[in-house]
Structures are given as structure tokens and as C-alpha cells.
T-cell receptor, first 116, second 113 residues
């Protein structure tokens, strides 16, 4: 079984400042890792994913994340945030080598608050 | 074209009533899911279906019954609604092979009074 821990429930950041949202996972098998974003009153949108290969993954809206196997982490970063980045961010994990209908296990979410 | 569409978007009803939420995907995926998001934003899987076959049935009261008439549809029927059923319900779909990236619908907000 897999689990995901998002260490911060809320992160306030000033506009144009950098941000890092932390995510740690637990799994006994190899994993696929994801970050989703949920804007207010909307569904979840995929930001980026790590499947294999390069540990630095680039996503939409200027976000990137780094997979660190030794630290079992997949932290999300953005060098300069905008007001429009205010949203809930979810880290998710899927274990195994692919296939199946297991879905994703989500962390509890981090609310990113951008202050002007 | 909406990839995963859910109806209704909002649903307000009384305790004890029965209600349904419908979900359709036009992505050609073979797997569909229902997730529940509670008031603290926590997302938990309820069910998954692969080619109309139930794969995951998490600890959900049997008042909740999913129905998949075909690969493109997964409906959720809830009997005898309770206050605690108030939540946002998300439908999602994916291809079972490969990385299994989920595409989510916009959600259906259920309020039980």
C-alpha cells in the first residue's frame, strides 16, 4: 500500500516570491508520482507527473518537481508565483509498474495563498 | 468538448431521499472512478470500474451503489441520504495500462439538509 504526506496544510507566499510545496510518499514498490491543482470550485487538473527517467519534471504554469528516491520526496516548486496560483495542491502516488485500476492515493492537500 | 462530465453540478436534498449523479467520459478510457472530497478537502477513492467490472470498492456504506452501463459511463446512486454524505463527488477516468493518469470531472456538490 502507498501513502502520501503533505507536510504543510497551508502556505502563504508573497506575489513574485518562490515557493516549495512539500510531499513525501511511502511505498514498498516503485511509484508513479503526480501533482494536481484544484482552483476554487473546480475539479482537479494535472500539473505534472513523474513516471521514470529524469528526476526533474516540468509541468504547466511554470511549476516543476524533483523526485528524490532516497528521501522519498516529490516537492513542487515555482520560482515566482502569481495571484492566479492561489489554489489547493495535491500530491498523489500510484504504486506498481503500470496497469490496473487502482487509481491514485492523495495527500491531504496544501492550500497555497498568494499575498499581494 | 468536456472530457469527463458530471451531472448535476449541485444537488441539494433532504435526509432520507435517494439521488443519483451521472458521469460520462469521451476520452476512450477503460477505467472510471468515483472519489469523495470531504469538507477538509481530503480526497478518498470510493469505487473503480474497469471495462464495466467493479475493481475497487472501498469501505463505503452499501447505500452507495455504482452502476456502469458501458465503458464511457459510471453513475453513482445513493439511497437514504444522511447528513454525513454531504461532500463533493468527483468522477475520473484513465487508461488502465501504463501510467494510469487520471482525468477528473468538475465535481458534483451534494448538500444533505
Amino acid at each position: 500500500a502507498q501513502s502520501v504526506t503533505q507536510l504543510d496544510s497551508q502556505v502563504p507566499v508573497f506575489e513574485e516570491a518562490p515557493v516549495e510545496l512539500r510531499c513525501n510518499y511511502s511505498s514498498s514498490v516503485s511509484v508513479y508520482l503526480f501533482w494536481y491543482v484544484q482552483y476554487p470550485n473546480q475539479g482537479l487538473q494535472l500539473l505534472l507527473k513523474y513516471l521514470s527517467g529524469s528526476t526533474l519534471v516540468k509541468g504547466i504554469n511554470g511549476f516543476e518537481a524533483e523526485f528524490n528516491k532516497s528521501q522519498t520526496s516529490f516537492h513542487l516548486r515555482k520560482p515566482s508565483v502569481h495571484i492566479s496560483d492561489t489554489a489547493e495542491y495535491f500530491c498523489a502516488v500510484r504504486g506498481g509498474s503500470g496497469g490496473g485500476a487502482d487509481g491514485l492515493t492523495f495527500g491531504k492537500g496544501t492550500h497555497l495563498i498568494i499575498q499581494p | 468538448d468536456t472530457a469527463v462530465s458530471q451531472t448535476p453540478k449541485y444537488l441539494v436534498t433532504q435526509m432520507g431521499n435517494d439521488k443519483s449523479i451521472k458521469c460520462e467520459q469521451n476520452l476512450g478510457h477503460d477505467t472510471m472512478y468515483w472519489y469523495k472530497q470531504d469538507s477538509k478537502k481530503f480526497l478518498k477513492i470510493m469505487f473503480s470500474y474497469n471495462n464495466k467490472e467493479l475493481i475497487i470498492n472501498e469501505t463505503v456504506p452499501n447505500r452507495f451503489s455504482p452502476k456502469s452501463p458501458d465503458k464511457a459511463h459510471l453513475n453513482l446512486h445513493i439511497n437514504s441520504l444522511e447528513l454525513g454524505d454531504s461532500a463533493v463527488y468527483f468522477c475520473a477516468s484513465s487508461q488502465a495500462s501504463g501510467a494510469n493518469v487520471l482525468t477528473f470531472g468538475a465535481g458534483s456538490r451534494l448538500t444533505v439538509l
